[in-house]
């Protein structure tokens, strides 16, 4: 009788936790109804972190890793080689995408994040700490290398699903304007690491900002990276959340199964926005390395520059998805990549145009960039049969940055120190043709928008 009383006392305590449990979560989703706002908010967080995370370490490539890690090399090829471990990150994504996709497979969504949580932190942080090429030598590039590659590998495996549930929710006539939420992470990003370091170069000498002062971005990186992934996790292992997800079967696929069934659509994808992605390298990192090379201006001036141009992309971003929901994204993105095309003829002369030049192509640019990125997340994942969204979106997002902004800074600097700015313009030119190319062989993108 004893144990009788006992046993149902444990389960009507087990029973209230659990109950008490599921209205905490039903509180934070309103009783189980997320609205696309809500999943919108965790799409703007972990998209935020990345970006930070991303412009830390492109910016330090620019300025302060041919110091630092080549400086038995000239400037210029010391540039080069750090833009080229840069581009390992993004050789990696997709690889990080496929593995960490088994993972969720084999375990649960939970353990894909928090694994990709670690390789992540213990990547960046170890960027933190890592000594010297005067201490450690060639090791300290071989070390500097493996953490990017890690760094690519988390990227990849950091994917929950948000964006594609954002867009599967999102109202009819409003999807380009929550298409454009996510991508407002981008220039918060920017302009917090650039921000960083303008301020630790304006304030410290050259000796210190390179012995140390360089460092304190990706400290905060670190913290920021470890805020903002346990948010995202939290908020997709909610009872409301993984029911969402599971309902709209956004879950991991073989990707074999998806490249012989959706194969057009993942190429077809990577390309649409690559004029756009390009765009994104050529205003932001590669003019960095240019004005460090051959301009007498500070960088730290350049940098708050960058920052207004920032400003300009943001309000660009949230006018395309107006622009977007009313002309549809197809031809919003044709649009913006025939004037991307215009805009490279300009390229040469604007960089090579002095301070006001160099003005003018920064706040071009990024006003041109915040219209057209604004809309080219995702641009033509609608097609992807329901099944395969989740992998299909995650794939096409690592191979669209992958070809159109992985080598980006490396092509830039490489043709233009040795051929001229004129090549500069083709390869962005190139960029906006295959975007035509892509957005004209899919129609469907007008009718599943």
Do not use: C
């Amino acid at each position: 009788m004893a144990n009788t009383t006992t046993l149902t006392g444990v389960q009507a305590g087990v029973q209230e936790h659990h109950q008490t449990s599921q209205g905490a979560r039903n509180i934070n989703a309103r009783d189980g109804d997320i609205s696309p706002g809500e999943i919108a908010i965790g799409v703007v967080i972990g998209r935020a972190s990345e970006y930070f995370d991303f412009f830390v370490y492109a910016i330090a490539s620019a300025l302060v890793f041919p110091s630092v890690f080549f400086p038995y090399e000239s400037r210029l090829d010391g540039t080069l080689y750090a833009f080229a471990i840069f581009s390992l990150a993004f050789i990696a994504r997709p690889l990080g995408t496929v593995a960490f996709m088994a993972v969720q497979h084999r375990f649960t969504r939970e353990t894909k994040l928090m694994l990709a949580l670690m390789v992540m932190g213990v990547s960046t942080a170890g960027i933190a700490f890592l000594p010297d090429y005067a201490t450690l030598g060639t090791t300290s590039i071989v070390i500097l290398s493996l953490l990017r590659v890690g760094q690519g590998i988390a990227q990849g495996g950091s994917w929950d699903g948000l964006p594609s549930l954002l867009a599967l929710n999102a109202p009819e006539n409003k999807r380009g304007w929550y298409a454009m939420l996510g991508q407002l992470g981008a220039p918060i990003g920017f302009i917090i690491a650039a921000g960083l370091f303008a301020y630790m170069m304006a304030t410290l000498s050259s000796l210190d900002f390179l012995d140390w002062g360089w460092r304190y971005p990706f400290y905060v990186a670190f913290a920021i990276n470890v805020v903002a992934l346990f948010a995202r996790l939290r908020l997709v292992t909610t009872h409301e959340y993984s029911h969402l997800l599971d309902e709209r079967q956004l879950e991991p696929v073989s990707v074999v199964e998806l490249i012989s069934k959706q194969g057009r659509n993942v190429v077809i994808g990577a390309l649409a926005a690559l004029g756009s992605y390009a765009l994104f390298h050529l205003v932001t990192v590669f003019p960095l390395s240019w004005i460090s090379l051959y301009s007498p201006r500070a960088v730290s001036g350049f940098l708050q520059v960058q920052m207004v141009g920032v400003v300009l992309m943001t309000i660009g971003i949230v006018i395309s998805g107006l622009v977007a929901d009313r002309y549809g994204r197809r031809r919003t993105l044709g649009t913006l990549a025939m004037l991307i095309a215009v805009f490279s003829a300009a390229v040469p002369s604007l960089i090579d145009g002095g301070e006001t030049g160099q003005d003018i192509f920064i706040l071009l640019g990024f006003s041109l960039l915040g219209l057209s990125y604004g809309q080219a997340a995702g641009a033509v994942t609608a097609n992807f049969e329901q099944r395969f969204r989740y992998t299909g979106a995650a794939l096409t997002s690592d191979l669209a940055w992958l070809v159109g902004a992985g080598f980006a800074p490396l092509v830039a600097l490489g043709v233009s120190a040795h051929f001229g700015l004129a090549y500069v313009g083709l390869y962005l030119l190139s960029g906006a043709v295959a975007s035509l190319a892509a957005l004209s062989l899919n129609r469907r993108l007008d009718i599943r928008n």
